[in-house]
């Protein structure tokens, strides 16, 4: 089974409740799908058993002994990636957009593609199972190809091991890496705030995810923050029949785990947040049946 947790934002915790399942009980595979800011291995430490090169695109190289400083492919780059410093071209790597057009209309023929590959995936094992997370190099593109890739390296590894669960630690917003996360995911959990912000990207993300599964729950966190605003989003989840799946209270305890390494279930297993986070999880790997 495969449940795939995201958030229509940013800094919701969704990484955080997704840390706090992956080590309530049964082993299993997690998956950090969020290969633009991959953070949970630093929560686990894995042991990286496998290192596999990622190819994202390709960059634009200059042949200085080639190159007449003519200024065509300055002139004519869309993304401002080619400036002329100190009578030599540069190219900047991470604007470089990978169109090919300058190395087409240099007349010297002085600008070559090559492939970039310094994106990386990686899969070890860590203290309550297997591990699979992507690294995408600054300024590369097709995240949502890379996590596709992550995910395909969780099955293998799962079956490899038998394990039966793969937990998918989502990119926030509703992107390709995103849809490339939820797709064929058999559960989406959905994360969101008590703010504004929080329910507009909710309502955003929640109708990306119904386009994939019936079984979308909803948890808001820091509830007691805003407990009007987080009235307002139970409301929301009930006029659309969607289940929401808990409210999770502020603890200060959930950052000082994750100081020491650990979920706020392995390190504080006996405070409130925990008993309810560890509550949703039986219900969603028995199919709400505790």
């Known amino acids: 089974m495969e449940l795939a947790v995201i958030s229509g934002k940013g800094g919701t915790g969704k990484s ?23 953070n949970l291995y630093l929560i686990f430490n894995p042991e990286n058993n496998t290192e596999q090169v990622y190819v994202g695109g390709h960059k634009a190289v200059v042949d200085h002994t080639l190159c007449t400083v003519c200024g065509i492919c300055e002139s004519y780059c869309r993304f401002d990636a080619i400036t002329e410093i100190d009578n030599r071209i540069i190219i900047s790597e991470t604007s470089c957009d990978g169109c090919f057009f300058c190395s087409r209309i240099c007349p010297m023929n002085a600008i070559a593609m090559v492939r970039s590959n310094r994106s990386r995936m990686y899969s070890g094992s860590f203290r309550n199972g297997m591990m699979v997370y992507g690294h995408l190099a600054p300024g590369e593109e097709n995240s949502g190809k890379l996590v596709s890739m992550v995910r395909d390296e969780g099955k293998r590894v799962a079956t490899e091991h038998v394990m039966n669960t793969i937990l998918l630690d989502g990119p926030p917003g509703i992107g390709c890496p995103v849809i490339s996360t939820v797709t064929g995911a058999d559960k989406i959990i959905i994360v969101t705030e008590p703010t504004m912000s929080g329910l507009e990207d909710l309502k955003r993300v929640f109708e990306v995810a119904q386009k994939f599964t019936g079984e ?11 407990e009007a605003m987080a009235d307002r989003i139970e409301g ?20 000082e785990a994750m100081v020491a390494g650990k979920s706020v279930t392995e390190m504080f297993p006996e405070a409130e947040i925990s008993n309810i986070l560890i509550k949703i999880w039986n219900k969603l790997i028995t199919n709400g049946k505790e």
Not at 217 to 226: A, F, P, T
Not at 239 to 250: E, I, K, Q
């Open 216 to 226: 979308a729950g909803i948890i808001i966190n820091k509830y007691d923050l805003n």
């Open 16 to 38: 955080s409740v997704t840390a706090a399942f992956a080590t309530i009980g049964e082993r299993l595979v997690v998956a950090d799908c969020d290969v633009d800011a991959a």
């Open 236 to 255: 929301w989840c009930a006029a659309r029949g969607s289940t929401l799946l808990g409210r999770l209270p502020y603890d200060r305890r959930v950052t």
